[in-house]
């Protein structure tokens, strides 16, 4: 992130958007789910999520995202890593 103003379409700082949520930080990659670990001890406030949805082509990816969204949408923990679906 950039010190100083902000173009306007970039988004508002994570701290001012959040009000109270953890930010949220989804990846596929489980070796950076668990490398990005140790970074939870300083951003407490942070929630990693490993979305574990098979790699297809994005229709099929989109419609399996969704169907696992339908059945139990995200909920990410503060200062924690987990697995979604």
């Keep these: 992130?950039?010190?100083?103003?902000?173009?306007?379409?970039?988004?508002?700082?994570?701290?001012?958007?959040?009000?109270?949520?953890?930010a949220i930080l989804l990846t596929r990659d489980r070796r950076f789910g668990a490398s990005a670990g140790s970074t939870l001890e300083t951003l407490p406030e942070l929630a990693i999520v490993i979305v574990t949805l098979s790699q297809v082509r994005e229709a099929a990816y989109l419609s399996a995202f969704d169907a696992a969204w339908r059945r139990r949408p995200i909920e990410p923990v503060a200062g924690a890593i987990s697995e979604w679906p």
Excluded: K, T, V
């Excluded at 992130?1 to 949520?21: I, K, S, T, V, Y």
């Design 1 to 22: 992130m950039l010190n100083g103003p902000q173009h306007p379409r970039d988004p508002p700082p994570p701290r001012a958007e959040r009000r109270g949520r953890p």
